[in-house]
Structures are given as C-alpha cells and as structure tokens.
C-alpha cells in the first residue's frame, strides 16, 4: 500500500493542513478523511487529484476531518457528473447530512426551479462496522471508536497482506494501542487537552514504539528533535 500524506495538522494549526491521507493499492484510492480545501491539500501533497479517488472514509464529523466535503460532492456532480462514495461509522452516516444539508439540499436549474437534494443524491454509502470487516475495492476496513467527544472511528486497513492502523482523534487508550499494534504502521495522533500526551506515546516500549508515527500534532512540536517519527505532508510511505 502506498501512503500520501496530505496534513498533519490539528485543528488550529497555522502551518499545516489537517490530519488526512490518500491510502493507494491496485489503482484504487481511499481517501481518509476530507478537511477543506480539499483539492488544493490533494494538490500541494501531488497526491491524485479528486478524479481519481474512489472513495472518502470519514472518521467523524469534526470540521479538521470532514469539512471539505460538501467541496469534494458538488465537485463529483458538477465535475465529474457523478456520484462520490462514502463510508463511515453508522453514528457518523447517521449526521453527515444534518451537517451539510444547510449548504447542499437546494439546487436551482437553469430556470430557476429549486429542487431538492439529499445526500442519496449526491453519494452512495457503506456502513463501516465495529464487529467485522467491511471490504471496499481492495482494502479490507476494520473499526473501532475512540474515547473523543463525538463517535469517532479507529481503523485497520488491509491489503496485500499488510496493514496501516490509525487512531484517529482519541485520548490515550492503551486497548485501543493494542488493536492498533498489528499495524505494520500504526499512525496515532498526539495533541493538547483530550487528545493523547506525547508522553505516553514516548513510553511505548519496541516492538511497536519504531513502528509509530505521529499525526495530529500541535505546531510546536519539534519534529527534528522528536524520538518518535513525525509524518509530514506530501510525504508518500509504503505501508
Ligand atoms: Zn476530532
């Protein structure tokens, strides 16, 4: 599997974009997570273009992950004349309309006439689940929620007989470190206030600890100085 990483950046962050990646294997690519501008952080990363992706995984409903997607759905039906596909987490599915529905439930055709959208309209979607795995093209999805304020997906992602594992945003959760640990790269975030202490991450004992990478970090990090592998944007990995 072939990793773009497109930000690493928290939600406040002035340098970097927010925390999301393009995971790519067999010609097919996933893109996780979908903050705004998202063509321009695909563009800046030389990561494919929205054209090319074939699907968005949406970890949760905070703005750093999925605000470019009304972006990235009128793109796929004004653009590229179809139809995006989504997946997610039932309890994520469950509100993504009710948080673009304000900005996408209206169209006007060249007449003038409005007509109503749902998000049926505008994306197919696959349910994600917590109990078994979900196969989209060839990655094999697994999932599993955070400690965070709103349901929150961990994931395991496989292929190829290889697997990326990512925590998303979670307090420190040392079960979910260990669901994560069968990840030949196990990215997890770090940050202030709820999120994971990097001293915690620090004290992750080998064999895990050189197979972290850190995402989701505050803009004072020192990235150089830092003991564990900081991800930075428009780097490509090999998972
Ligand atoms: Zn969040």
Not at 49 to 58: M, S, Y
Not at 102 to 122: I, K, S
Request: glycine share 8%; aromatic share 6%.
């Amino acid at each position: 599997m072939k990793l773009h990483v497109l930000g690493v950046g928290d939600a406040f962050s002035q340098q970097s974009y927010s925390t999301c990646f393009v995971l790519e294997h067999d010609g097919f690519c996933l893109l996780i997570d979908c903050p705004h501008p998202i063509r321009k952080v695909l563009y800046e990363a030389q990561a494919p273009d929205l054209g090319q992706l074939d699907a968005v995984l949406i970890t949760h409903l905070h703005g750093d992950h999925c605000s470019g997607l009304e972006g990235l759905l009128w793109f796929s039906r004004f653009a590229l004349g179809r139809k995006a596909s989504i997946l997610a987490h039932p309890q994520v599915l469950a509100r993504t309309w009710e948080r673009l529905a304000p900005g996408m439930d209206t169209v006007r055709d060249e007449a003038g006439q409005p007509h109503r959208l749902t998000l049926d309209d505008l994306a197919d979607t696959t349910e994600l689940s917590t109990t078994s795995a979900v196969q989209v093209g060839p990655f094999s999805i697994e999932a599993r929620l955070t400690r965070h304020h709103i349901p929150t997906t961990a994931l395991r992602i496989s292929a190829g007989g290889r697997t990326l594992a990512y925590s998303c945003d979670t307090s420190f959760d040392p079960g979910l470190l260990e669901w994560l640990s069968v990840g030949d790269l196990v990215i997890h975030e770090t940050n202030l206030g709820i999120h994971t202490p990097i001293e915690d991450l620090l004290a992750v004992p080998e064999p895990l600890r050189s197979r972290l990478a850190l995402v989701h970090y505050p803009d004072d990090l020192d990235v150089e100085g830092c003991a564990l592998r900081c991800l930075r944007a428009g780097e490509v990995v090999e998972v």
